[in-house]
């Protein structure tokens, strides 16, 4: 089920949203058995089946590999704390991590390790033909997190399977993140705060994504089919589809963010940010501090500190780099594509550590902006690419290989076609818009007139958006294959 659709939006949250807010947080029931009274956590337990029947919707089979990677974290997580201190803590510790990167191993990289074998040994073993599961990528991470966390004493373990459950399937951010750990919202589980504000910000920053997708994403994503087409190729034309791919991809994965940290603020959680501006960063290093920051951190605290981070040899350090880059491609898909996409990163990560950031420090800070931007994108363009082979071709096209010309009618007739939203995409990725809003409520007047637009808009542009569902003209998040 898509946030980006008629069913979801007025039918499946509409429901969710008033029974959630019908029932308490929880109220006592008398267990016969024991003579005791215990508490019911009727929030949570609307959320727990609403989350599982919002991804048997789009997942029937799938549903039973999620139910049984959530009881495995339980159990482990139970068996952790139960034995900690000895050295059976950690030999649970590592079946849970090898229980739950074995089951997104099979299901996402079966078929890439037997085409590679295939290709290697002149093997013809066959392909499994497994369909990959729905948002398995980010919530085999979210259990991992939790696990670890529990090793680490960094979380107390979860006793309850009703609440463990609630935050692995949490439908707001269940099959494209954010990675949200369960350190973030282990208080929200137990005692979560509902305020019309909350509710207010929350419905204002779900509309806003969904706007960033549909309005945006979704049409530079036509604009990226049509010059994929074009018959008059010209470098300016491979530019402009650079251009496309990387805004589509930004405001595609940031509008979802914002409509899972909009929904998470509605029902009472606080997820962290996701994105923070990444084009305008003055380094890669930067912008991968600003883009799919739950990704970033989470290979940070769980793969490149425990390897040594950077406190070790420089020779052991381009080692972590270089692996933990590889990991983060290929986190992204099972392709070579992917794997050189992410080694791509660890390249100008290691030029910028040694030689890069001493010699842009010499010189005006726009060349560093340009730098990146350039890099980033080209690496969209691999990104997006149709495999390695399309995608080299793509980029020597950019810069004019294969004797294409510069310019042709056919890129200015697309130009002039998609300028407004190409502008609207330029400047979204900016914080000009926010920073300008912010500056002017500072002046009361300002402030007042503010408060009396800013629910107007958001409603135009949820009818807006709406107008586009019932025309069928939206598409699935990119991110829901990965």
């Not at 959630?20 to 089946?49: D, R």
């Not at 048997?56 to 952790?80: D, K, N, Q, R, W």
């Not at 930067?286 to 970033?296: A, C, I, K, Q, V």
């Amino acid at each position: 089920m898509l946030f980006s659709s008629i069913s979801f939006l007025y039918y499946f949250f509409a429901a969710v949203l008033l029974l959630y807010f019908i029932v308490p947080f929880k109220f006592k029931i008398f267990k016969k058995k024991s003579g005791e009274w215990v508490y019911f956590e009727a929030k949570n337990f609307v959320l727990f089946i609403s989350s599982f029947f919002f991804y048997f919707y789009g997942e029937p089979i799938y549903t039973i590999l999620m139910i049984a990677t959530t009881v495995s974290s339980y159990i482990h997580g139970l068996l952790i704390d139960r034995f900690r201190k000895t050295v059976w803590s950690k030999v649970f510790l590592w079946t849970s991590v090898i229980t739950s990167l074995g089951a997104l191993g099979f299901f996402k990289y079966s078929d890439f390790f037997i085409s590679n074998v295939n290709g290697l040994f002149n093997t013809e073993f066959g392909l499994l033909g497994l369909a990959l599961p729905i948002g398995i990528s980010f919530y085999t991470f979210q259990t991992l997190s939790y696990t670890i966390d529990v090793y680490r004493g960094d979380a107390k373990v979860q006793k309850s399977f009703i609440r463990l459950a609630t935050y692995v399937a949490l439908f707001p951010q269940l099959i494209a993140g954010p990675i949200v750990r369960y350190t973030t919202i282990e208080e929200d589980l137990t005692e979560r705060k509902h305020t019309f504000e909350g509710f207010a910000s929350g419905a204002t920053r779900f509309v806003i994504g969904l706007s960033k997708k549909v309005l945006i994403a979704d049409t530079l994503g036509g604009l990226a089919n049509s010059l994929r087409a074009s018959d008059e190729q010209s470098v300016v034309m491979y530019w402009v589809l650079a251009i496309a791919l990387s805004l589509q991809l930004y405001f595609d994965f940031s509008g979802y963010s914002d409509m899972a940290i909009g929904l998470g603020r509605i029902l009472g959680f606080r997820f962290l940010e996701n994105f923070n501006y990444p084009f305008i960063s003055k380094s890669i290093a930067e912008f991968w501090r600003r883009w799919h920051m739950s990704l970033g951190s989470w290979f940070r605290d769980y793969l490149y500190i425990p390897l040594g981070g950077n406190r070790v040899p420089i020779g052991r350090w381009i080692f972590n780099t270089l692996v933990v880059w590889f990991a983060t491609g290929f986190w992204h898909g099972a392709d070579w594509t992917f794997i050189l996409w992410g080694l791509y990163f660890a390249l100008f990560l290691v030029l910028e550590k040694f030689f890069l950031n001493k010699f842009f420090a010499k010189i005006p800070r726009v060349f560093s902006h340009i730098y990146v931007v350039v890099l980033i994108l080209i690496s969209f363009v691999l990104f997006s690419g149709n495999g390695i082979t399309g995608a080299i071709t793509d980029i020597g096209s950019m810069f004019g290989a294969g004797g294409i010309p510069f310019w042709s009618a056919e890129t200015g007739y697309y130009l002039g076609g998609y300028a407004f939203v190409l502008a609207a995409g330029l400047i979204g990725a900016t914080p000009i818009v926010k920073n300008t809003v912010l500056k002017l409520k500072e002046n009361k007047t300002c402030n007042m007139i503010l408060n009396v637009i800013e629910p107007i808009f958001v409603v135009v542009m949820l009818l807006i958006v709406t107008a586009y569902f019932v025309d069928g003209s939206f598409s699935p998040f990119l991110y829901f294959r990965f």
